[in-house]
């Protein structure tokens, strides 16, 4: 294994029936008094899987406890060209080698729900772009352009046609992860869009609960991407079924649950967030206000981006 890259450990156990998205399994990644507690989630078929992103080279001891017993030793050879994660940094952005990242971005929303040979289209004319970041749904998005049905989404549904927050569906996932490898080989980051309001399958109307099941899942499968970033919603302003108080508390969780600490905003319609929070990490704005972004820095002491000039 490569410093700054993804680790992955897979064991084989029982094949579960019922609920596949939050099972009993945590491994323990350790060297020279640091240490990481690394919760692992189900892939399918009797596969369970732990993903560890290592931040410096040597030998990383680990223990799996849970539904899968196992030890061992990682060996982590040193970076070969890559930066690690990008993190805020006072006003600035910086990979974690110390090297400045400066973002030059664009949107994607729907790119999961296209059919395969527009995905590999589009991954084609990314690498040929100037682009270094792209910001694109977890959820598939109803507007211009996109009206198309998708062939995957992120859960199974139930008898009634309601979604299964608790089944993930592993195609729709692996089809994901695919992405996220393909975009860290260009050295694009990738902002994740988490809920939106652009709907008619149901996804922005889960009840909380559901809600966080989905992000326990996201987060235990995702996080060891160095180059995933959260964005909370496009948009989230326009989420009509959730009230401040879920937003806070969807924040909260993907920050908590996020073992290495990703970047984190949310990016508004009309009301701006409160971007001095502590657990966000940079502000992610829609305004055509560019002279106010010195302002911006000023007031929050973090990053700027406009990620919709409006």
């Known amino acids: 294994m490569e410093q700054y890259h993804m680790c992955e450990l897979e064991f084989q156990g029982e094949a579960l029936n019922s609920s596949w998205a939050q099972v009993d399994l945590t491994a323990s990644f350790s060297k020279g008094g640091k240490e990481y507690s690394i919760p692992g989630f189900y892939a399918g078929n009797g596969s369970y899987k732990v993903r560890f992103l ?6 990383w001891e680990y223990e799996v406890s849970g539904c899968i017993k196992a030890a061992g030793v990682v060996s982590v ?4 060209g890559s930066h690690g994660m990008v993190r805020a940094e006072g006003l600035h952005f910086v990979y974690q080698d110390g ?12 790119l999961l ?5 527009l995905i590999k289209q589009t991954m084609e004319s990314l690498r040929n772009a100037p682009f270094n970041k792209i910001r694109f749904c977890i959820f598939p998005k109803h507007y211009d352009y996109n009206h198309n049905e998708p062939s995957l989404f992120a859960f199974e549904r139930n008898d009634d046609q309601s979604w299964d927050t608790g089944k ?3 195609a729709f996932w692996d089809r994901l992860d695919e992405i996220l490898f393909q975009l860290e080989a260009m050295e694009i980051q990738a902002d994740l869009i988490l809920f939106h309001p652009y709907d008619r399958w149901g996804f922005s109307d889960m009840p909380q609960k559901d809600n966080l099941i989905y992000l326990d899942y996201l987060t ?3 996080a060891a991407h160095p180059n995933v970033w959260w964005s909370l919603a496009n948009e989230y302003d326009l989420c009509q ?13 993907v920050a908590r649950h996020d073992s290495y600490g990703h970047l984190l905003s949310s990016h508004n319609c009309f009301k701006n967030w409160d971007y001095a929070r502590p657990d966000v990490s940079h502000v992610s704005i829609q305004s055509k206000a ?8 000023k007031k929050y002491q973090k990053p700027v981006i406009i990620d919709e000039c409006g």
Request: charge should be negative; include cysteine; aromatic fraction near 16%.
């Open 54 to 59: 290592p931040e410096t080279a040597g030998d």
């Open 77 to 80: 050879e040193p970076a070969q």
């Open 99 to 110: 090297t400045f990242y400066y973002p030059f971005g664009t949107t994607v929303y729907a």
């Open 113 to 117: 729900h296209q059919k395969d040979m």
């Open 168 to 170: 993930p569906c592993f």
């Open 220 to 222: 235990r499968r995702l």
């Open 241 to 253: 079924q959730k009230t401040m108080d879920d937003w806070k508390e969807i924040e909260t969780f």
């Open 290 to 297: 560019i002279n106010k972004v010195l302002d911006w820095r």
